[in-house]
């Protein structure tokens, strides 16, 4: 499915953890890695990471490789400017397919932000999006997932989630479960089960059983409430635009999900969204 990813670490104290959380991207399809930092400009730009020379960053690069090598084809790159612009462009240029950083701020605000380089990456990325908790350790265990949770599929039936529909669906594979929700605003329960049609009718042809919900709320706050109780390993939920493409920016509701899941977060765009 997704079969070369690019991670983007900062060399921050939680940059060598997250890392060895990631061996779950195997059942992504994942191969090949290429892992990325950005050097700080002489503005200042470039994330929160130590400012080292080049050669120490190089070498920061092939120690963190290592955790990876065992798993994946593994290459490294170090570049140079705006985090946000130097990833995405590449992985446009390399034509890699996931795009993989952190999702915690290196602030005392970091439990109210997801980061300045991953809120721009959920706001301008053209292709799938990993956010990976890098909660520090000493934050406790209280609704920490389990990497053997469940899979949790948030849609709302539109065409923009339609994509992450087919990736669950295809990294889940048959003779598996997938827990799917659906939120809906208003009582018209009717309505929002309807949303769920596409879904089950793919699931059904695909060998892919499902668990269903519908949940009334703001999805917001009711799909990480939901994946905190479930213990979900992985949150998978589509995305609308993008900044640049007719003046769109990407709905709130999904960078606020990012914002309060604690968990690994995927974020695929909608096909209009792609390329």
Not at 43 to 49: F, L
Not at 126 to 140: F, H, I, N, T, Y
Request: aromatic share 2%; proline share 4%; net charge positive.
């Amino acid at each position: 499915m997704y079969e070369s990813a690019l991670i983007a670490v900062d060399f921050s104290r939680s940059s060598l953890p997250m890392l060895k959380r990631l061996g779950y991207m195997e059942r992504m399809g994942v191969k090949k890695v290429v892992l990325a930092h950005t050097k700080p400009t002489a503005s200042g730009s470039g994330g929160d990471g130590p400012k080292l020379s080049s050669k120490e960053l190089k070498e920061k690069l092939a120690e963190h490789a290592e955790v990876l090598a065992g798993q994946f084809e593994v290459e490294t790159r170090l570049m140079s400017g705006d985090p946000v612009e130097q990833i995405l462009t590449l992985a446009k240029d390399e034509d890699l397919d996931l795009i993989v950083t952190g999702s915690r701020a290196h602030s005392p605000a970091k439990r109210l932000l997801i980061g300045s380089t991953a809120s721009g990456l959920v706001r301008k990325a053209d292709r799938p999006l990993l956010l990976e908790d890098v909660r520090d350790a000493d934050e406790g265990e209280d609704n920490v997932p389990r990497r053997d949770g469940p899979t949790l599929l948030a849609t709302d039936g539109s065409s923009a989630a339609e994509a992450a529909e087919k990736d669950a669906l295809q990294m889940l594979g048959k003779d598996k479960h997938l827990r799917v929700i659906t939120v809906s605003s208003s009582n018209d329960i009717a309505r929002a089960w309807r949303r769920l049609e596409r879904i089950t009718e793919s699931a059904e042809k695909a060998g892919v059983r499902l668990v269903r919900s519908v949940d009334l709320g703001r999805a917001e706050h009711v799909i990480p409430q939901i994946a905190a109780a479930e213990r979900a390993s992985l949150i998978i939920t589509g995305r609308r635009g993008r900044e640049g493409v007719r003046g769109v920016r990407v709905g709130s509701t999904a960078e606020n999900i990012c914002r309060n899941a604690n968990r690994p977060v995927l974020l695929v765009p909608g096909k209009e969204q792609k390329g």
